[in-house]
């Protein structure tokens, strides 16, 4: 793909997320099936890669990050998408969640969530952090896209930084 082609593509996702009505409503108890769901739907193939894939530990992980708080259900026209999770830390805005379902990726969803989670980092005059798993390159130039930058690489993940 030319560069100016991947910049009209990123132009065109972002004029289609704009006019997206998405919400973002806080989880509840009954929302837990719901985020496990979404997580193992989402990094599946990707923790398989890289560790192989343990049900019962990645279900101990999700509920144990569910139960950390800041979770919201993304939802479009009243259906269930996805899932971001976000914690206000003191010196910068941690993005700990961002799963799509798989059957609603490429409308922009991801990208609208992102832009709301930049604008909340500007609006606490923070900047926005957050890490994806080393093997999920796709995901990793996808936020490079976006502006974010590779801060810190561990043996597991990218570490992100959006300077705002």
């Known amino acids: 793909m030319s560069k100016r082609s991947g910049l009209e593509k990123l132009a ?18 009954k929302d837990s ?14 923790i398989e890669e890289m560790f192989g894939w343990d049900e019962c530990f990645q279900d101990k992980q999700t509920n144990q990050a569910f139960d950390l708080g800041g979770i919201n ?8 998408v996805g899932i971001v999770g976000w914690e206000d830390r003191s010196d910068y805005l941690w993005l700990k969640d961002l799963y799509v379902l798989p059957e609603y990726q490429g409308r922009g969803i991801g990208s609208r969530v992102l832009d709301t989670s930049i604008q909340k980092a500007r609006s606490f005059g923070k900047d926005i952090h957050l890490r994806t798993l080393r093997a999920n390159i796709c995901v ?11 801060d810190e690489i561990t043996d597991i993940h990218w570490k992100m930084v959006m300077y705002t």
Not at 33 to 46: D, E, L
């Open 12 to 29: 065109t996702e972002h004029a289609e997320s704009a006019k997206m009505n998405v919400q973002y409503i806080p989880v509840q108890e």
């Open 33 to 46: 099936s719901f985020f496990v769901h979404v997580h193992h739907v989402a990094y599946r193939k990707i």
């Open 73 to 80: 259900v993304i939802k479009l026209q009243n259906e269930k």
């Open 140 to 150: 990793k130039e996808w936020y490079e896209r976006r502006g974010f930058i590779v």
